[in-house]
């Protein structure tokens, strides 16, 4: 069975400090897709990435980026320089190519306070 | 209008009320979800639809009716609910089933007294 792992509850950071989110996965398929999606006060939950389990490239957005290893099952997000506004829950998700568990699963979230 | 929205966005409701939540997708997606987020829960999944066809019931009490009338619009019809149900509700679409990104609404935060 598929499970997502998200073993920090809570992280606080001072502003402008870097943050590291970990993301550890189980899966028996080898085609699968990764999400991380952002949930702040405001409730929705926001698409960040995706990334298929055949690209293991890292993927730098702004100051946003995504170490993926397959080697470790792991999929973590850092953010530098840290604002105020990227205190949110922040979810890691695991869902399987057709013909396996396709649903999302997701992980039990991150809270991250950026302290001003 | 872009996204997903979901309406109300709060609801507070006695245990034996009718209410309904509705969701709505302008992304042109085919695929729809319902999603309860509970504290220190993880995300569960209630219903989806594909085409307006109901693809997925995991287990939910029937007092969650869900309502498909057309790929734009979703529907959560709630009787006689219980307090534990009270939750965060989701909505999410998406371009088709499951394996395609999720695009999530805003949610309703609803309250059984």
Redesign the interface.
């Known amino acids: 069975a598929q499970k997502v792992t998200q073993a920090q509850t809570e992280i606080s950071v001072v502003e402008k400090e870097d943050v590291t989110l970990d993301c550890v996965y189980e899966t028996r398929d080898t085609t699968y897709?990764l999400?991380w999606?952002k949930q702040p006060p405001?409730?929705?939950?926001?698409?960040l990435i995706?990334r298929n389990s055949f690209d293991e490239q890292n993927e730098i957005s702004g100051r946003y980026s995504w170490n993926f290893q397959k080697s470790t099952s792991s999929f973590n997000f850092t953010i530098t320089a840290s604002q105020v506004v990227d205190s949110a829950v922040y979810?890691c998700a695991l869902?399987?190519?057709?013909g396996g568990n396709?649903?999302?699963?997701?992980?039990?979230?991150t809270r991250l306070t950026i302290i001003p | 209008e872009t996204g997903v929205t979901q309406t109300p966005r709060h609801l507070v409701m006695g245990m034996t009320n009718k209410k309904s939540l509705k969701c709505e997708q302008h992304l042109g997606h085919n695929a729809m979800y319902w999603y309860k987020q509970s504290a220190?829960?993880?995300?569960e999944?209630m219903f989806v639809y594909s085409l307006e066809e109901r693809v997925?019931n995991n287990s939910v009490p029937s007092r969650f009716s869900p309502e498909c009338p057309n790929s734009s619009h979703l529907f959560l019809h709630l009787h006689t609910l219980q307090p534990e149900d009270s939750a965060?509700y989701?909505c999410?679409s998406s371009q088709r089933?499951?394996?395609d990104?999720?695009?999530?609404?805003?949610?309703t935060?609803l309250t059984v007294l």
């Open positions: 897709y999400f999606y405001s409730g929705e939950l926001v698409f995706r979810f869902s399987e190519a057709p396709e649903k999302l699963t997701f992980g039990t979230g | 220190k829960k993880p995300l999944l997925e965060l989701l999410a089933l499951f394996s990104t999720q695009y999530f609404g805003p949610g935060r």
